[in-house]
């Protein structure tokens, strides 16, 4: 059984337990958590990484740094209304637990939700599946190489890469720093987006939530089972690294869950790729007519006043978030004790009414029919697959043939932060610092390095 006075703990990594009191009158340890990611160049990185459609183009559309601001925003509502509502029912508690539900919880979720898609490779979802379509295909020699250095678990991180996994990676890691830790940010943002917490060997279990996907790599298992520790958050197998959601993982997850449905039809709206009306049906059907303030009828009175599209589209959206995060907020609040168990089986979303529920499948329905298959998006997953692998075959060349006299080249070109050291060093820690260098490109860093090392965009004097 967890405890709220005990998730929010504000010990960080690469500090003594000891260290972690807040000593700014200005701002607390979790509007730091939020400061340092948001001047993070991981973070600004997002801005050149592709959310749905491809970058950049004619129409603006959703990139990585602009859909996590907006899943940060409605996290921060999300977070509001629901701590209030912990604070106000816990009487018995210290000021301190109430002063943060009432007023620094809100910086966790938004720090958390910042930090959702920090680990994400080039190419949205579709280099993820690049990533681990080069391990599966590995040549046989370097695929022998592979098999014995690695351990079963260290195998899968690369065989099923995980984003969720390394967006811990990218927040702990030290990539070059004598001092550890990483961005060093609390226990309680860094398990806020574990939505998957287990390891490659227990994940993609599609029977739990838990383990639908992995939460963290070979490399930060001792950072994770500390967490765990500190913030009371039980495992769920004795014998194995599955543990329970920390229970403000839900609240990350929900925020994202509703921009993403809601953003990605706004941006095909945008495109050409949906026509109002359908949006306008889709986004309509989510409103019934009981509501005083979200009254399906009062919104299309509204709605027919406004004279640019996007504009109608734009408080259509407004107005669905406003329900959307009334309407979460009373399910997790409805949900605590599963909460507080680790026993909730399913994403906030799905305790939607059955009328909500229906139009959330319909917009699912349609984007998977006419919006994720759009050629546009096809495009850019084909080019991603073909741009990260080559980019992965060239450089884990380092890694597996130290000796060849093109790869003591490529070693020049990797930035010294990606640490590749033959004596100090593991295979799997040098491996992973290849991916870690891959991952963290941009788009067009990624297309540009893969067109270089191709001879395809070089300049000469002559």
């Known amino acids: 059984m967890m405890h709220w006075n005990k998730l929010y703990n504000n010990t960080r990594t690469g500090r003594k337990k000891s260290e972690n009191t807040t000593t700014s009158s200005n701002r607390n340890s979790f509007q730091r958590d939020y400061d340092r990611i948001i001047f993070s160049s991981a973070f600004r990185r997002l801005q050149n990484k592709t959310q749905v459609f491809p970058l950049p183009g004619t129409v603006f559309v959703h990139n990585r740094l602009t859909h996590s601001l907006e899943v940060a925003s409605v996290g921060r509502s999300l977070a509001s209304a629901i701590g209030k509502r912990i604070a106000d029912k816990y009487t018995n508690e210290t000021e301190a637990f109430k002063d943060f539900y009432k007023y620094e919880f809100s910086s966790v979720i938004g720090a958390a939700c910042l930090a959702h898609d920090i680990g994400n490779p080039p190419f949205g979802h579709s280099g993820e599946d690049a990533i681990r379509y080069f391990f599966e295909n590995l040549p046989a020699s370097e695929k022998s190489i592979f098999e014995t250095q690695l351990s079963t678990n260290q195998q899968l991180d690369f065989l099923k890469f995980e984003g969720n996994a390394n967006a811990i990676r990218t927040l702990t890691h030290p990539f070059g720093e004598n001092e550890l830790g990483g961005y060093k940010l609390t226990y309680a943002t860094l398990a806020s987006i574990v939505k998957y917490p287990t390891d490659s060997t227990n994940g993609f279990n599609k029977k739990s939530l838990h383990t639908k996907k992995s939460g963290f790599f070979d490399s930060e298992i001792h950072i994770w089972e500390d967490i765990a ?101 009373n399910i997790f609040m409805s949900n605590e004790m599963l909460l507080l168990e680790g026993n909730l089986s399913k994403s906030l979303l799905d305790y939607l009414p059955e009328q909500q529920l229906k139009a959330i499948k319909q917009i699912d329905d349609w984007s998977v029919k006419d919006l994720y298959n759009h050629t546009s998006i096809v495009e850019i997953e084909v080019a991603g697959y073909k741009v990260i692998g080559e980019l992965l075959k060239t450089f884990t060349g380092v890694v597996f043939n130290e000796s060849n006299p093109l790869n003591k080249k490529l070693l020049k070109l990797i930035p010294a932060q990606f640490i590749i050291d033959y004596e100090q060093q593991s295979f799997y820690e040098n491996l992973m610092s290849i991916v870690d260098y891959i991952t963290s490109m941009t788009d067009l860093y990624a297309v540009d390095l893969y067109k270089k090392i191709n001879g395809m965009n070089l300049i000469t004097n002559v």
């Open 229 to 329: 520790k500190t913030l009371g958050i039980p495992k769920l197998s004795e014998d194995s690294h599955i543990y329970a959601r920390h229970p403000f993982v839900y609240i990350v997850e929900a925020a994202d869950d509703i921009c993403y449905r809601i953003i990605d039809l706004e941006d095909s709206h945008r495109l050409g790729i949906i026509s109002l009306e359908r949006i306008t049906e889709l986004y309509m059907d989510m409103f019934g007519d009981s509501h005083n303030y979200f009254n399906r009828s009062k919104i299309r009175e509204q709605y027919e006043k406004i004279n640019d599209d996007n504009n109608k589209i734009q408080y259509l959206r407004a107005m669905l978030i406003g329900l959307l995060v009334e309407n979460i907020s």
